[in-house]
């Protein structure tokens, strides 16, 4: 039976958007941010790999948490604690090196000597800095995406979306429990792209499809939950949580879930009416254009729908009822495209 399009019954807000303009390093909060099909525009274009072209990580180097990366015009600018700022221009792409991400093998362009030795020194080992030129030549997992969908690099997809009543719950749960000290933790933790305020505690584990003023998102797979959580953003320092809470209150299918995984759809100017052909994206078949969002105004309802699936469920898995467990949908994904958007916040 197909699952019904309708309104959340507390629409969310966007409340922050934030990019990280070179994978594993601090994120950088916007006030306008822009949707392209890959992610928002400079999200993860840049990549730390080793000497096999695999991405080295906060999970094994906390202290890249500690570089501050900032887009300018024409590259980017690196800062990091008692070392002197360094400017990297983008690469002209005419040499391309293979680098892999979560078993996705493609190309990236080297940003040269002087940037490999910055970050060989952050980290104590030889690394290089690279640059995805490209940023269609990677597909999201194909149990979860479409053909047209492309991500950076972004370990799984385009955007993160967490919600601030989630993290208040979640607080709440290590407030109570023996880590108490550890509590409580900054949306930052988490690396969102998009945060949303409003809705109850885990509302988006069921969205399947969110419309953000004229921005449409398929809220594809819940989002498993590492080690790289457990990271002080601000110190490097790493601890037990959220991990620990999670695995306790949030677990199943082997892993721990908080916040959900979303591809862009399409823009459209026009307002969805949930009455019509449920099941079909707001829009589909429609002129398709950006369209901007502002934060933290509510110009629209969140359209969701779902069917109380588990996070991370294949597509066909049995749901598991909400009163007894948290949950979010699988794919099956009901619409179709790839569009730009403008997100926009009054937030700093």
């Keep these: 039976m197909p699952a019904v399009l309708h309104s959340v019954r507390v629409a969310p807000t966007l409340s922050d958007l934030y990019r990280y303009p070179v994978k594993s390093c601090r994120g950088e909060r916007l006030t306008a941010g822009r949707v392209e099909p890959w992610g928002l525009a ?39 604690p008692a070392a002197p700022d360094l400017a990297v221009p983008v690469p002209l792409g ?27 020194e952050v980290v104590g080992k030889p690394v290089r800095l690279v640059y995805l030129d490209d940023p269609a030549r990677r597909r999201p997992n194909p149990a979860y995406s479409r053909d047209g969908d492309r991500v950076s690099f972004a370990d799984a997809y385009p955007l993160l979306l967490t919600s601030e009543g989630s993290l208040a719950k979640l607080n709440e749960l290590i407030a109570a429990g023996p ?12 690396r969102p792209s998009v ?54 209150y949030r677990r199943w299918d082997g892993k721990t879930w908080f916040g959900v995984n979303l591809i862009p759809g399409l823009a459209t100017a026009r307002r969805h009416h949930p009455d ?16 901007p969002l502002s934060l933290p105004a509510q110009p629209d309802r969140a359209m969701v729908e779902g069917d109380g699936a588990r996070p991370g469920a294949q597509p066909g898995s049995p749901a598991r009822s909400p009163a007894r467990e948290p949950s979010t949908a699988p ?9 730009a958007g403008d997100l926009r916040s009054g937030s700093e």
């Design 42 to 80: 400079g999200d993860r274009r840049w990549m730390i790999v080793d000497a096999d072209g695999g991405p080295v990580t906060v999970r094994e180097y906390p202290r890249l948490v500690l570089v501050t990366p900032r887009l300018n015009g024409d590259g980017i600018r690196l800062a990091r």
């Design 94 to 120: 005419d040499e391309l090196v293979p680098v892999n991400v979560s078993g996705n093998e493609l190309a990236a362009a080297p940003a040269g000597a002087t940037a490999h030795d910055w970050f060989s």
């Design 179 to 190: 880590r108490a000290s550890e509590g409580p933790l900054p949306m930052t933790r988490f």
């Design 195 to 248: 945060v949303v305020a409003g809705p109850a505690a885990w509302a988006e584990d069921r969205w399947r499809l969110l419309r953000i003023g004229g921005v449409v998102f398929r809220a594809v797979k819940g989002c498993d939950r590492c080690v790289l959580t457990t990271v002080d953003p601000d110190t490097a320092a790493k601890g037990k949580e959220p991990i620990a809470t999670l695995a306790k």
């Design 276 to 291: 019509r052909r449920p099941g079909r994206d707001p829009g589909a078949g429609r002129h398709r254009r950006p369209a």
């Design 331 to 339: 794919t099956r994904p009901a619409g179709r495209g790839s569009a």
